[in-house]
């Protein structure tokens, strides 16, 4: 593929992870920089023509997640304001994305906020991965593509060869998603039950439903923050006599504190995408990154070439 019309930007929140997606399409990534200011204004220019062309912005809003979410609104801004003929935002973790209904009095709808200001300030679609609410896609005017990290982690579920497995989702509200891993895996699924009382990242493993006992439990879950559900289903899988326990995640959003709690737990082996690369903490031995470079390449390919991106899930389902 030749970088004619397609050009592929970084946003400082993915620079790694946009290197990747370029090294896929054999492209050169487009030149611009970040700057911030010490009263902490952000600035950002983009250092060569875009006139007319078809731009991709990449850029996960986390770490910080109000300014990578500041910023990627002034790259949509600049993009537009150069002459780009479109602009298609690459958000591999949308951060805000949590904050899907009003489920208490008085609170606001985040996610629908930032879909606002997404399309206010220019955007012309949306491409992320493994969106913590699916329905958040409605809450844009302009097309949204939720990729799924499922064949990136699923296929590195199978080289591991760990026997006899089972796949299980930490909750119940996570099951739909834990099916397709057990589909795509050929292996039975359990759920663990637990309840969370506070707007905090706690919450109380009461039960697992399932089978588990002698087998290897690979729990599934779109995103870790603090590492207590993990580190808590873990043990408990080990008190229900799983064999050993291994974990999947799309987004390995790490607060401070989150890796010591893993550590400190039964899990053996964490899988998680690069989605998210600014995590204020060192990665230690149970963590393993699969790279989702591959599948945000092909999916900027098959945009730029007006292809269908669903044929890249015809095997989930």
């Known amino acids: 593929m030749t970088d004619d019309l397609i050009k592929v930007f970084a946003g400082s929140g993915s620079l790694r992870l946009t290197e990747r997606i370029c090294n896929y399409l054999q492209i050169a990534q487009g030149k611009s920089e970040t700057l911030r200011f010490s009263d902490g204004n952000i600035f950002v220019r983009i250092q060569e023509n875009v006139r007319g062309r078809r731009i ?17 609104l002034f790259w949509i801004d600049a993009f537009k304001r150069a002459g780009a003929e479109t602009v298609t935002v690459v958000i591999p973790y949308f951060s805000y994305a949590k904050g899907d209904k009003k489920d208490e009095p008085r609170v606001s709808i985040r996610a629908r906020v930032c879909a606002d200001a997404i399309e206010v300030a220019g955007a012309d679609r949306v491409v992320t991965m493994d969106l913590h609410a699916p ?23 199978k080289a591991l060869q760990l026997g006899e497995s089972v796949i299980v989702s930490p909750d119940v509200g996570f099951a739909h998603q834990a099916r397709r891993f057990a589909a795509y895996l050929e292996m039975p699924i359990a759920i663990a039950y637990k309840e969370r009382v506070a707007h905090n990242e706690n919450a109380q493993i009461l039960q697992i439903i399932g089978e588990v006992k002698g087998r290897t439990a690979i729990v599934v879950d779109d995103f870790t923050l603090s590492g207590g559900t993990l580190a808590d289903v873990s043990q408990k899988l080990i008190n229900y006599g799983a064999r050993e ?6 987004h390995g959003v790490f607060a401070e504190g989150s890796l010591e709690r893993l550590e400190r737990s039964p899990l053996k082996k964490l899988l998680i995408t690069d989605s998210v690369e600014n995590q204020p903490v060192t990665f230690n031995h149970k963590i393993e990154v699969v790279s989702a470079a591959s599948m945000f390449g092909e999916a900027i390919k098959r945009i730029h070439n007006r292809e269908s991106i669903s044929e890249m899930f015809y095997s989930i389902g």
């Open 56 to 72: 991709y912005i990449i850029q996960s809003t986390v770490f910080p997640a109000n300014d990578t979410f500041m910023e990627l």
């Open 135 to 157: 329905q958040i896609q409605g809450f844009f005017h302009i097309p949204v593509d939720n990729l799924y990290a499922l064949p990136l982690l699923g296929e590195r579920i």
């Open 245 to 250: 326990v291994y974990a999947a995640i799309t």
